[in-house]
T-cell receptor, first 117, second 116 residues
Framework: AQKITQTQPGMFVQEKEAVTLDCTYDTSDQSYGLFWYKQPSSGEMIFLIYQGSYDEQNATEGRYSLNFQKARKSANLVISASQLGDSAMYFCAMRESSFAGFQKLVFGTGTRLLVSP | NAGVTQTPKFRILKIGQSMTLQCTQDMNHNYMYWYRQDPGMGLKLIYYSVGAGITDKGEVPNGYNVSRSTTEDFPLRLELAAPSQTSVYFC???????????????FGAGSRLTVL
């Protein structure tokens, strides 16, 4: 069974600094995908970034980048130039199966990021 | 587009009561999902649907039922509420994100349910 592990319950960073949130995964599938979602205190889940297992380049989306190391089975989220609005819970997730658009995601337990002025 | 809309946002139930969490999406997505999020935990899949008339169990389906009579609506029914069902419930649907090349889940705002 697929599993996502996020070992950092909480992280602190100062505004404008970069921060890395760790995510490791376990799967026997050759084809899989990894997602990061942000959950602010208001509770909604916001999609940030995606990395497919066959993608050769690390995914980037604005200030977010995904440091994908396939051999180590890690998919860390890097947030550059942190902003106060980045304070939130961050969840790593892996798609368990996919066909024709169907996505079944397995989530990690999350990392709470606090950005200080 | 309103996206994924869930109602109610908050609800308190007594043990043994029943209720339905409503979910509707206006994006014509075939795939819809119900997740629950317990305090300090990630989301766990309760039920999902790949289209109208087709539903299937996820990881934690016990105590819940779903139906999908239309593409837009995917209600979640709790028949006999138990304290273990105290949680935040998220409905979601999938869409194809051209930028990332991924099928991405877009979530509703969540429904916080407390069973006393």
């Amino acid at each position: 069974a697929q599993k996502i592990t996020q070992t950092q319950p909480g992280m602190f960073v100062q505004e404008k600094e970069a921060v890395t949130l760790d995510c490791t995964y376990d799967t026997s599938d050759q084809s899989y995908g990894l997602f990061w979602y942000k959950q602010p205190s208001s509770g909604e889940m916001i999609f940030l970034i995606y990395q497919g297992s066959y993608d050769e380049q690390n995914a980037t989306e604005g200030r977010y980048s995904l440091n994908f190391q396939k051999a180590r089975k890690s998919a860390n989220l890097v947030i550059s130039a942190s902003q106060l609005g980045d304070s939130a819970m961050y969840f790593c997730a892996m798609r368990e199966s996919s066909f024709a658009g169907f996505q079944k995601l397995v989530f990690g337990t999350g990392t709470r990021l606090l950005v200080s002025p | 587009n309103a996206g994924v809309t869930q109602t109610p946002k908050f609800r308190i139930l007594k043990i043994g009561q029943s209720m339905t969490l409503q979910c509707t999406q206006d994006m014509n997505h075939n795939y819809m999902y119900w997740y629950r999020q317990d305090p300090g935990m990630g989301l766990k899949l309760i039920y999902y649907s790949v289209g109208a008339g087709i539903t299937d169990k996820g990881e934690v389906p016990n105590g819940y039922n779903v139906s999908r009579s239309t593409t837009e609506d995917f209600p979640l029914r709790l028949e006999l509420a138990a304290p273990s069902q105290t949680s935040v419930y998220f409905c979601a649907s999938s869409y194809w994100d051209k930028g990332s090349g991924a099928n991405v889940l877009t979530f509703g705002a969540g429904s916080r349910l407390t069973v006393l």
